[in-house]
């Protein structure tokens, strides 16, 4: 069965600081690839997705992601967080054609004013 | 456009008791899903249905039973609630299942005492 892990549980960091939070999954064959927020109090949105094509893809609010094969990776980046940014952040994935959107244990991300 | 709309936003059960978790979405979508939110473990998914007159499960259905009743709606039963169910319940739709991401209700916080 596919997993995804997620590396870090909490981060936390001071506004201006750079962000790369770390996501692996486990399926060899060929996936959809999803970053999700949820804001506290809030249902998740989607921040980016891969499905194909250019490896680094851009997000809403200045997140982007990079997609390596290689490493079975999908790591999140910011060049710089704000406070706004403070939310738990979950990876995803999904099997091509599959039905089954299959989520990491998520990383809260706590930015310090 | 609501969305996805989930009812209750809150319950507190008695261990034993039964209560069936209501979700609506109007957007066409073709499928449905239940998550739930447990801290540290993400969201894992109960059951789901790919389209309308199926219905599927995923990584945690012990104790649950759902009913696609049309397109719009996808209910979650708990015939006899433990608190062990205590979480946050998601419903999900998308209209793939395919390449298209999920858009979220806004929970159902379920207290099992």
């Known amino acids: 069965a596919q997993s995804v ?6 981060v936390i960091l001071s506004e201006a600081a750079s962000l790369e939070l770390g996501c692996n999954y486990s399926y060899g064959g060929t996936v959809n690839l999803f ?11 989607l921040l980016l ?20 094969k290689s490493k079975f990776s999908f790591n999140l980046r910011k060049p710089s967080v704000q406070w706004s940014d403070t939310a738990e952040y979950f990876c995803a994935v999904r099997r091509e054609y599959g039905n ?12 310090k004013s | 456009n609501a969305g996805v709309t989930q009812t209750p936003k809150f ?3 008695k ?37 309308e007159g199926t219905t599927d499960k995923g990584e945690v259905p012990n104790g649950y039973n759902v009913s696609r009743l ?9 015939e ?13 739709s998308t209209a793939g299942p395919y390449n298209s991401p999920l858009h979220f209700g806004n929970g159902t916080r379920l207290t099992v005492t």
């Open chain 1, 100 to 111: 089954k959107l299959v989520f990491g244990a998520g990383t809260i991300l706590r930015v």
């Open chain 2, 11 to 13: 319950q507190v059960l």
């Open chain 1, 5 to 10: 892990s997620q590396h870090n549980h909490h």
């Open chain 1, 49 to 68: 997705k891969y499905f194909s094509g250019d490896p680094l893809v851009k997000g809403i609010k200045g997140f982007e992601a990079e997609f390596i």
């Open chain 1, 35 to 45: 970053w999700y927020v949820q804001y506290p109090g809030q249902h998740l949105q």
């Open chain 2, 15 to 51: 261990t034993g008791q039964s209560m069936t978790l209501q979700c609506a979405q109007d957007m066409n979508h073709n499928s449905m899903y239940w998550y739930r939110q447990d801290p540290g473990m993400g969201l894992r998914l109960i059951y789901y249905s790919a389209s």
């Open chain 2, 80 to 92: 006899s609630a433990a608190p062990s169910q205590t979480s946050v319940y998601f419903c999900a």
């Open chain 2, 70 to 78: 049309n397109k719009r709606e996808f209910s979650l039963r708990l």
